[in-house]
Each structure stands twice: as C-alpha cells, then as structure tokens.
C-alpha cells in the first residue's frame, strides 16, 4: 500500500499575478477550500496519509494550513460556525505533514529531488494541486493506487485533450493494453502539435517508484533549462517500467485563469453547499 504523498508547491504561479506575489498559488480558493486542500483530500482518500509539502519561500500559508489556529478554534468553539472548519479538521486528523523547501525553482523534477528525503525508498503518489480532479466515486489517485497494485511500476494519469493544445503538456505515445490503460514508449514535453506522437496528455498526478530519484539525479536540464520530470520518466518508459492511465472523472486546470474560473463555477454549481 503507498502511504506517501508528494505535493510540489514551491512554483511561483506567475500566471496569478499579482494575487500570487505574497501568497502561493495552491492557497487560491475555489470557493471556500484552497485549491491544495483539494489534492490532500484526494491522498487521504487514496490512504497516503503521510502528505509530503515541498515549499519555497514565501509558502508559509501552506504551512500554517496543515496546522490548527489555536486562536481560531478557540473564538469558534461551541458557536454555528464550527461547521466550516469540519473538512480541515477531517484532514488534520486523518494527516501526517511533512515540509521540505526546494531553494531554488529549478523545474518539477528538481522539486521532486528534493522531496526524496520525505519519501525515501518506497512508491509515492504525486499531486499537483493546479490541477483539481473531482469525482463521483473513486478519486484519481485511488484509481491509480489500483493499478500499481497491478502492474508494480510508475503510473501517469493522462487525458486526452485537443491536438492545439498538446505544446501545453507533456505528451505519451503506447501500447494500448486495455480500456483506458497503456504501456508507455515514448513520453514528450511540450511538442509542436505537428510533431506530438499523440493528443494523449499527462496531468498532474503520478505514481512514481524510488527509482525515479537515481534518474532524476542524472537527468539534464531539459526544456526551459529546467529539469523535467518527463524526461526522467522517459527513462523509465525504455525500460517498460511506465504505465499511462486514462482515469474517470473531470480535470480542470486551475494554474490557468481559465481553468480556474471554470472549476470555481463548477464547483459552486455541484458540490459546494450553501447554509
Ligand atoms: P507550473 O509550471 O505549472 O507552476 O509547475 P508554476 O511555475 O508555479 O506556474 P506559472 O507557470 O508560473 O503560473 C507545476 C507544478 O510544479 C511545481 C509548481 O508549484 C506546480 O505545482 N513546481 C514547479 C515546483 O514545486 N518547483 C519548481 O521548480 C517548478
């Protein structure tokens, strides 16, 4: 059973400036709950219940999220308004936190580096909480717990998506396996849509195996000068060890105004419950 979570959250969100300038892009709110919240409900659920921050500076909030505001409960304590502090409460009780800061933004796979000392040598989910999954029944995360069980290897969650917007994503060509369920030969970080090998796109949750740190440490900077966590996983794709997973349920992509906007109304429309 993977027990870890990882969560990268020391990214600077430029794309919300200037909400972003003093307060992390993960504490932005779709209606009520940051939007990090969101993906440590979704570990919990999947049972990673140790939830892995790796922050930067100016990342306090996060923090402080994950810990109880003693003068908050005790102003609240015994009055109707407990009641909006029942989900947090859940998490808190249900959670283990641990912190890291990642010093320098050097790209997604360096985050992930930096967290391997939280998560040592054991398989670990991965949320990137800029992208909010919601689901029915089964959460995105549990549905890829499943299938490690299964297949023992990494697992990407992908989506299709239109073929202009592939030069967005990181991009996986393979073997279909069953309904919804490939083995990865090839993985591409922001192709031209001209030259992707698929419209199959990763988003932002994975299964990884510890192996992924050795690679990582070996992996050039690749794109943007940054170090890319596709290109680690590519490595492990030559070797057969990834899967990709088409999953159940709706995506939005929340680092994006756009996306944003479009998950708040969603949300306020179908699950946020008013008094
Ligand atoms: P993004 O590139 O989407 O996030 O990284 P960003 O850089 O914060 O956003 P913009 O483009 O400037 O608006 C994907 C995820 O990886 C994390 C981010 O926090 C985000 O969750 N990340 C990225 C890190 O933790 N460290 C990095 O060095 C880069």
């Known amino acids: ?128 909480s800029d992208d909010l999954c919601l689901n029915d029944g089964m959460g995105v995360l549990s549905q890829m717990a499943e299938l490690y069980n299964q297949f023992r290897c990494s697992i990407v969650a992908i989506q299709e998506v239109p073929r202009e917007d592939v030069h967005k994503y990181g991009v996986i060509a393979g073997e279909s396996l069953k309904d919804g369920i490939f083995r990865v030969d090839e993985m591409v970080e922001k192709p031209d849509p001209d030259k992707a090998p698929s419209n199959l796109a990763i988003i932002g949750r994975y299964i990884l195996t510890p192996d992924i740190f050795d690679i990582i440490r070996e992996t050039p900077p690749g794109a943007n000068g940054e170090v890319q966590l596709t290109d680690a996983l590519q490595t492990q794709a030559r070797k057969g060890c990834v899967m990709a997973y088409q999953f159940k349920g709706r995506r939005f992509d929340c680092g994006s105004v756009p996306g944003f906007v479009e998950a708040t109304n969603f949300v306020y429309e179908n699950i946020y419950q008013q008094d």
Do not use: W
């Not at 972003?20 to 440590?40: A, D, R």
């Open 1 to 128: 059973m993977i027990k870890k979570c990882l969560f990268p959250v020391a990214g600077y969100g430029t794309r919300f400036l200037p909400a972003t300038k003093s307060m992390p892009k993960e504490m932005l709110p779709i209606v009520n709950k940051p939007l990090v919240q969101y993906g440590v409900e979704e570990a919990i659920e999947a049972g990673m219940t140790t939830c892995a921050l790796v922050t930067g500076r100016g990342k306090r909030a996060i923090a402080d999220h994950f810990d109880i505001s003693f003068e908050l409960e005790q102003q609240i304590s015994g009055t109707g308004k407990e009641k909006y502090l029942e989900s947090i409460r859940d998490v808190l009780e249900k959670g283990v936190f641990t912190m890291v800061r990642q010093r320098e933004m050097l790209g997604l796979g360096h985050a992930i580096l930096t967290g391997e000392v939280l998560v040592g040598n054991e398989p670990f989910g991965v949320v990137l």
